[in-house]
């Protein structure tokens, strides 16, 4: 709107002015038609949101609306899920270490199943289905030895992986003949996860007729084939959609001899470029020859994927859209480290100054839900906007909300 930024019929300079920044904005109306066109291409129940992505009450009780699945990964993300309303049979269960009692409260609120990970994990149902709890539906998740995904750290397909059942020397086999003889646990198929981050769905297909061939050899009743589909973080990535993610997977499941539906957990795809994190320049430091430096008033603790996973973003100033970007800089944020970078090589307008605002795209997914208070900042606050309205989800954490938890106990006082 005459060069300025607007995200769901609000401008973004308003939203910073009325918010504060760091600011997290989400456009709720392209949240949604992404959970549309999932469930377009894969089918009613055969979406999951990966809710590790991103997940508050509004978000949880988002996708149940739009009907996808939700899966979880720990007690608190189970909590999250269950106070947002959402229906535990709506619910499932992740994680390679999950507690007795985070057990115990999936087995009571009655989930729509668990991804068991290890024998350990079995032994602790068995155990809880001893003491009267269950009978619950379980998936097992397998490592198929293949992994894909845009940085080692977030592949998990691989054989050597923390994930899941190994599909060498009868480990797997072991695990489905544990859950067939058990009285407590359903089996309710397998489950696989490749990698995040992948642009190229072609390199799914190995991936999933992998996993399928296991499958159709124990005889699973479903199967679950992750999530990782990747997005455009800049404007070299060309990311596949969700059809194209369904053509690949079922051209490797089918050659396997799976000809049945699969479930699949996007949570970066639904999520990543659906918002956008507002900052604001507090120095601009020029070396020559060298780089120009444009601080901002966040940085690695709402922002961690570039320090974590060396990942590329790109900026722009939203009082200029319409100019051209021929200004070079790195963007960094405010706290004491030098790997603190939002954006490495960022392309802005001249004339940027001092208390300009700047959006950095495509933050929706594992950003807030990675932030911390390093340095005690504390963690932004996270707006919905849509139809010219916006509301709160995350209200911005204050001082106040970091010492709650500071006890400051002190020893008694020595004795001579």
């Known amino acids: 709107m005459n060069g300025r930024l607007v995200v769901g019929g609000v401008p973004v300079e308003s939203l910073a002015a009325r918010h504060g920044t760091p600011l997290v904005v989400f456009d709720e109306e392209d949240l949604r038609l992404r959970c549309r066109a999932a469930i377009a291409a894969f089918g009613p129940d055969q979406v999951t949101y990966a809710s590790k992505a991103f997940l508050c009450r509004a978000m949880a009780r988002l996708v149940t609306e739009e009907g996808l699945l939700l899966d979880v990964a720990s007690g608190g993300e189970l909590q999250v899920a269950l106070d947002a309303g959402v229906p535990a049979s709506r619910i499932v269960v992740h994680g390679n270490n999950k507690s007795r009692d985070e057990l115990a409260t999936a087995m009571t609120v009655g989930v729509r199943h668990l991804v068991v990970d290890n024998f350990d994990e079995i032994e602790r149902i068995e155990k809880l289905g001893a003491d009267g709890l269950g009978p619950v539906a379980v998936q097992l998740r397998i490592s198929p030895g293949v992994g894909v995904g845009g940085h080692h750290a977030i592949r998990t397909g691989q054989l050597d992986s923390k994930f899941g059942f190994p599909l060498v020397d009868g480990i797997a086999e072991a ?82 001899g799976w000809h049945r539906p699969f479930v699949v957990e996007p949570g970066r795809a639904i999520v990543g470029p659906a918002a956008l994190t507002l900052y604001t320049v507090g120095a601009i430091k020029e070396i020559p020859g060298v780089r120009r430096y444009l601080a901002v008033d966040g940085g690695m603790s709402d922002h961690p994927r570039p320090a974590m996973y060396g990942s590329k973003y790109e900026a722009f100033l939203p009082r200029a859209c319409d100019d051209a970007r021929h200004e070079p800089y790195r963007i960094v944020g405010k706290h004491c480290e030098s790997g603190d970078i939002v954006v490495d090589e960022a392309w802005l307008p001249a004339g940027l100054q001092v208390g300009d605002v700047i959006a950095v795209p495509v933050t929706g997914a594992y950003g807030y839900s990675m932030a911390s208070n390093y340095n005690r900042l504390t963690r932004p606050e996270v707006v919905f906007v849509r139809d010219g309205q916006t509301r709160v989800v995350l209200r911005r954490e204050t001082t106040a909300d970091l010492a709650r938890l500071d006890m400051d106990e002190q020893f008694a006082p020595r004795t001579r």
């Not at 190995?206 to 800049?234: M, N």
């Open 175 to 256: 695990a489905v003949e544990a859950v067939r003889a058990s009285g407590t646990m359903l089996w309710h198929g397998l489950h696989a996860h490749s990698g995040s981050q992948v642009l190229d769905v072609g390199q799914l297909t190995d991936f999933a007729r992998a996993t399928a061939a296991f499958a159709v050899a124990t005889h699973a009743p479903a199967l679950t084939l992750g999530g990782g589909l990747g997005i455009a973080y800049v404007a070299t990535d060309s990311p596949a959609d969700f059809d194209a993610w369904h053509a690949a997977l079922a051209a490797g499941a089918q050659s396997a």
